[in-house]
């Protein structure tokens, strides 16, 4: 690209950017809200989404258009000790502590360091880490207080627990990733038990009930608001391999009417248990939800499932639900939704000069590909790759919503040629 190219892709980005900044600054100075927000809550207006979206797609591009090539990799090369940064603090439950202190004053490392057991001098260079990138201020030379983004986690103790998860085994099945894609037999397999993770771990999958509640509300708190719920008024909604039923919880609050029943294995079933008679004991006392199977319900729901599984594995899950189904019922699939650079004719296009699936705005679907690449030969799908797979299922991708949060919802019905 020559350097004309670069300073009108420069400017077109700054004009992108001020147009939306401008948005979302007009959506703040008219809010009366000043509460620091809980993880995933309040939804912002489609508008204010749309906008947020674009000024980090554009501060993405920025930092590629501006920063010097050799930097920019070192810094992606390195980025996962940001990342064990995180998963320390969330570990040490340093947001919790900081809770207790003055926002202004802050905590001295030497008093974090001794509710937490870890060394002052090595937790300020942690923190130190975090505060750079906006997580955690440095209020003054060795205090640290919470910030906008640390208290949502002070406040929310499921989502330390969403974090944790990528922090233990899916880090260190990650790490196993690179072999595994250069060994010759292994970089072909498909089965869920030739992985990173088998590598890494030696081990089946382990059940994170709390972990998902947590990622469900930072990630697909969307789903409860972008899609037409309330239409579906009594139904029943299966919450296929719902684990402790994170979605069900959250939907169960929001739409009185609707019933549910919650499938898993029985393990997780016992769990899922103790987490509704603390959560929401009500709807279980009046049968609002099971924790059971059940044929031919309205809506068969699947959070964070078919992605766990490579293709023939969704299309026997899929097919069991297809026989499952009544002839109206429908899957609704909330996952992610993969778009590529190049765009999808199913999916909205970022605005010029972005690259059209907003770019770094969506790219933790394409770190979380990577996660499930590593754990069980699992995927994100982009609407083309799903819809392949409901087809050999008997059924069709219908519609996509999507949401305001990084997990869409798809809608799935049964193909009248099947
Ligand atoms: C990634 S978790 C998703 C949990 C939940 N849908 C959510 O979003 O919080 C996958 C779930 O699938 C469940 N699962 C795995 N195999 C299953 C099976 N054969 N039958 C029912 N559930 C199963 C697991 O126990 C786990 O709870």
């Known amino acids: 690209m020559s350097n004309a190219e670069r300073a009108q892709q420069l400017r077109d980005l700054l004009r992108l950017l001020n147009d939306s900044a401008e948005v979302i600054i ?19 207006t489609p508008e204010v989404y749309e906008a947020t979206r674009i000024v980090t797609g554009a501060c993405g591009m920025f930092l590629d258009l501006v920063q010097e090539p050799g930097s920019r990799l070192t810094e992606i090369a390195c980025v996962y000790f940001l990342s064990r940064a995180l998963h320390v603090a969330a570990q040490a439950r340093v947001a919790e502590i900081l809770a207790d202190a003055d926002p202004t004053e802050g905590m001295s490392a030497a008093l974090i360091s001794e509710k937490t057991g ?26 640290f207080a919470n910030n906008r983004t640390s208290d949502a986690l002070a406040r929310d103790h499921y989502l330390s627990d969403w974090l944790l998860l990528h922090g233990l085994e899916y880090y260190t099945a990650a790490d196993q990733l690179l072999p595994l894609l250069f060994d010759k037999v292994k970089t072909n397999a498909t089965s869920d038990r030739i992985t990173a993770w088998q590598d890494a771990m030696g081990a089946g999958l382990r059940n994170w009930t709390r972990g998902m509640i947590g990622g469900g509300r930072a990630i697909a708190s969307g789903i409860h608001s972008d899609y037409p719920w309330e239409a579906l008024g009594s139904s ?21 009417n609707l019933r549910f029943v ?30 059971q199977p059940i044929k031919g319900a309205e809506v068969y729901f699947m959070r964070a499932i078919l992605h766990d599984w490579p293709d023939d594995q969704c299309v026997t899950i899929l097919s069991h639900l297809r026989a499952a189904m009544g002839p109206d019922s ?38 979380h590909d990577l996660t499930m690449m590593a754990i069980n030969n699992g995927m994100e799908r982009t609407p083309e790759m799903s819809d392949t797979i409901a087809k050999r299922a008997g059924l069709k991708v219908t519609k996509i919503w999507e ?10 019905r049964v193909r009248e040629d099947s």
């Open 330 to 367: 429908i899957i609704l699939v909330a996952d992610q939704v993969v778009n590529t650079t190049v765009g999808s004719p199913l999916l909205k296009a970022a605005p010029p000069p972005l690259p059209l699936n907003y770019g770094i705005a969506r790219y933790f679907g394409n770190m």
């Open 118 to 143: 870890i060394n002052d001098q090595k937790l300020t260079r942690v923190l130190r880490t975090l505060s750079s990138v906006h997580v955690f201020k440095e209020v003054r030379n060795g205090y």
């Open 236 to 256: 029943t909604i299966v919450d296929v391999g719902g684990g402790a039923g994170g979605t069900s919880l959250d939907l169960a609050g929001r739409f009185p």
């Open 26 to 44: 007009k959506d703040w100075e008219g809010s009366e809200q000043t509460a620091p927000v809980e993880s995933g809550a309040p939804l912002p």
């Open 403 to 412: 949401c305001r949060s990084i997990i869409y919802t798809a809608e799935l």
């Open 262 to 291: 919650v499938e898993d294995l029985p393990s997780t079933i016992q769990q899922a248990q103790a987490v509704w008679t603390r959560e929401y004991p009500e709807a279980l006392q009046r049968g609002r939800v099971k924790l």
